[in-house]
Each structure stands twice: as structure tokens, then as C-alpha cells.
């Protein structure tokens, strides 16, 4: 069932993306060579809780951290630790804040110290087909608009697009209805109506769109291990358009 929140919500929600926002910009300070993965996390779940909020992630399905820390060939899901970040790698940032009560989640990659150009492109192209996937959101559509939106965006650039994981609604819950998934025909699924809150979260990978799962159970890597970058907003559906949430 989708649950459309009124204008007094979206408040509140834009309110808790807007410490997951304030999160990921101090998190992308701290990034750069020889920094732990589990410090990242420290930073992270210390700022959202000074805030007010709850880190969405920490204890979800048992999830062991406040973040998810996915570095070079991991999709999503990885688990911060010891790992330390390397000169060229890049780790994909993904955050939950639960504050009055209302989610946010939001991702982005980002390079350590100089990428390969091939690398830095596979970032940009997956940033944009987020921002393509937005711009798709419009009152009176259906919701595979966005989907086929960030499809061709990632097939025009010849990368591929992880279909095994997808974006969702979200609200007082973390995934509420319905799945976005980011691949498929326009013109299908749900109306696209006022109210209506999505996490849109294209993973891209550089090789093939197949993944599978590491024996830690959490951690999604690419079949082919080559690269993979997500990126993803809380965006509301407003009587004028989108608006990203998850942002300061
Ligand atoms: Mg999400």
C-alpha cells in the first residue's frame, strides 16, 4: 500500500534529509587515504544522534552499523570497519536518519585522492542518471518513467544497471510501497501523484549488471568484479514537481 504524505509531513521528512545531507557532506570531508572505513562510521552515527535523530540502518535486519560503506567492486550493503581507504578507490556512502519520527536515505560515491577518468565518468554518469531519474518524477506520470529514465541514461553511456536491488518509498518506515526499480518500459505502475515520497537509487556497475552476495550476508558485489557506484536522493512528488529532500 502507498502511503502519500501531506505537506506537514513532507516537512518533517525534508527536516530529517536534511541531517542525512549534513552527514554525507562531513563524511565526504573526512575521505581520503588511510582512513578507516569504521571511522567514517563513528562520525556519522556521533552527528545524527547530536541532532536528535536515529541512524535508520544500525540494528535494521541486524545490520551491525550506522552506515553502508561499499568500496570499488562492493554494490551496497557493505559494512564498515577496519578497511582502510586507498589512494584511486572509490566507496559509496549510503544513510539513514529516522528524527520525529520520519526517514531519510540517501547515497553517494565518492572518489579517494585521483580516479582513473573511466572511473570518474562511471560516477558522474550515475549521479546524472539519478538527477534523470528525478527529473522524470512529474505529477500525473507513472512511476517506471523514472525507472526507464534512469535506464537510458546508463545505457547511452554503456554502463549497466544493477537490477537486483531498487529504490522505494519511504516515510515513517525505511521501504514502504512501491519498489523503483531502475530498469524497464515508461508508462507503467503506480500514479505518480502529489505526495507521493520515493528513495530513487540507481547502482550502476561498469561491467555487467549481475551481482551476488558476500558470506557476510550483507555485503552485494558485482559478478564481474568491476566497479559500481549508487547514488540516491528522498525525493517528495509537489504539486510543481520534485523536490529532493536529502539536501542541505
Ligand atoms: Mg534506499
Known amino acids: 500500500m502507498i502511503v502519500i504524505k501531506t505537506p506537514e509531513e513532507i516537512a518533517l521528512m525534508r527536516e530529517a534529509g536534511r541531517v542525512a545531507a ?3 557532506q562531513a563524511l565526504q570531508r573526512e575521505i581520503k587515504p588511510g582512513i578507516t572505513t569504521g ?3 563513528k562520525i556519522a552515527e556521533d552527528m545524527i544522534r547530536k541532532a536528535g535523530g536515529e541512524p ?3 540494528g535494521y535486519h541486524n545490520f551491525p552499523a550506522s552506515i553502508c560503506t561499499s568500496i570499488n567492486n562492493e554494490v551496497v550493503h557493505g559494512i564498515p570497519g577496519l578497511r582502510r581507504l586507498q589512494e584511486g578507490d572509490i566507496i559509496s556512502i549510503d544513510l539513514g ?3 520525529k519520527g520520519y526517514c531519510s536515505d540517501m547515497a553517494a560515491t565518492f572518489g579517494v585522492g585521483e ?3 573511466e572511473t570518474a565518468r562511471l560516477l558522474e554518469v550515475t549521479r546524472q542518471s539519478l538527477q534523470e ?4 518524477m512529474k505529477p500525473g506520470g507513472r512511476l517506471t518513467d523514472i525507472s526507464h529514465a534512469v535506464y537510458s541514461h546508463v545505457k547511452k553511456n554503456n554502463f549497466s544497471v544493477v537490477r537486483a536491488y531498487a529504490g522505494h518509498g519511504i516515510g515513517t518506515r525505511l521501504h514502504e510501497d512501491p519498489q523503483v526499480p531502475n530498469y524497464g518500459a515508461p508508462g507503467r505502475g503506480p500514479l505518480l501523484q502529489e505526495g507521493l ?3 530513487i537509487e540507481p547502482m550502476v556497475n561498469y561491467g555487467h549488471w549481475e551481482v551476488e552476495v558476500l558470506s557476510d550476508q550483507w555485503t552485494v558485489v558485482t559478478g564481474d568484479h568491476s566497479l559500481s557506484a549508487h547514488f540516491e536522493h528522498t525525493v517528495a512528488l509537489r504539486e510543481d514537481g520534485p523536490e529532493i529532500l536529502t539536501i542541505l
Request: glycine share 4%; net charge positive.
Open 22 to 24: 549534513a552527514v554525507l
Open 39 to 41: 571511522s567514517l562510521d
Open 56 to 58: 535508520l540502518f544500525k
Open 97 to 99: 536518519v529516522r528524527l
Open 115 to 117: 580516479l582513473l577518468p
Open 133 to 136: 531519474g528525478i527529473a522524470a
Open 197 to 199: 515520497v520515493l528513495a
